[in-house]
């Protein structure tokens, strides 16, 4: 159980054009998710917590109108990087906390492969 | 401020050494501890977690883990390595819950094991 996908697993765009990632939980609900953006050889750097049905929470130096997160449902959380340019290219990996959970479990997807060229 | 320092970039062993990574974290009030394993290609999995109780926590595969408060340590232990444990380990800390609950990773350790 806890699994949670991504999709698409990479994608190759062009600069000013948008890119949508979506992120589920396959087997549980998630009233949280969490987008992160990872940096060859470097840790996970929190972007924003995604909450279902209310605005997502972005950390500071992350610009929301670039980064656009909607989380309609207990399953679903999706980001749009909106006009891309190359600096945007990077591992984009999202993460889920089941709804109710007492502790900060998280669980990862995959992530995503975005090559903005 | 909130931060996780995992003391070496790249670790290189041989099978069937006895491994210890280290991880400290500077983080006010009470914490959950985790330890991530992600294998070449694939996704973060947990290898082990602290929530409460037993300072020393056991997790999947031969891992385990202790935690020293007085020393702000979450430290990766495993007795005897693999060559199937070559991956990249992610030490990370948040607090309980609410807006404390946001992980924060630290900048993780390379094995590199050879057979």
């Known amino acids: 159980g806890a699994v949670v996908s991504q999709h698409p697993s990479w994608v190759i765009c062009k600069s000013g054009t948008s890119v949508k990632i979506e992120c589920r939980s396959l087997d549980f609900q998630a009233t949280t998710m969490f987008w992160y953006r990872q940096f060859p050889k470097q840790s996970l750097m929190l972007m924003a917590t995604?909450?279902?049905?209310?605005?997502?929470?972005?950390e500071q130096g992350v610009e929301k109108d670039k980064f656009l997160i909607n989380h309609a449902s207990l399953t679903l959380s999706t980001l749009t990087v909106t006009s891309a340019h190359p600096e945007d290219s990077s591992f984009y990996i999202c993460?889920?906390?089941?709804?109710?959970?007492?502790?900060?479990?998280?669980?990862f997807g995959p992530g995503t492969r975005l090559t903005v060229l | 401020a909130q931060s996780v320092s995992q003391h070496n970039h790249h670790v290189i062993l041989s099978e069937a050494a006895s491994l210890e990574l280290g991880c400290n974290y500077s983080y006010g009030g009470t914490v959950n501890l985790f330890w991530y394993v992600q294998y070449p290609g694939q996704h973060l999995q947990l290898l082990l977690k602290y929530f409460s109780g037993d300072p020393l926590v056991k997790g999947i595969k031969g891992f385990e883990a202790e935690f020293i408060k007085s020393k702000f340590s979450f430290n990766l232990r495993k007795p005897s390595v693999q060559w199937s444990d070559t991956a990249e380990y992610f030490c990370?800390?948040?607090?309980?819950?609410?807006?404390?609950?946001?992980?924060?990773f630290g900048k993780g350790t390379k094995l590199s094991v050879k057979p």
């Open positions: 993460s889920a906390r089941r709804s109710g959970a007492l502790y900060n479990e998280q669980f």
């Open positions: 995604s909450n279902e049905g209310s605005k997502a929470t972005y």
């Open positions: 990370a800390v948040s607090g309980r819950g609410g807006s404390q609950g946001n992980l924060i």
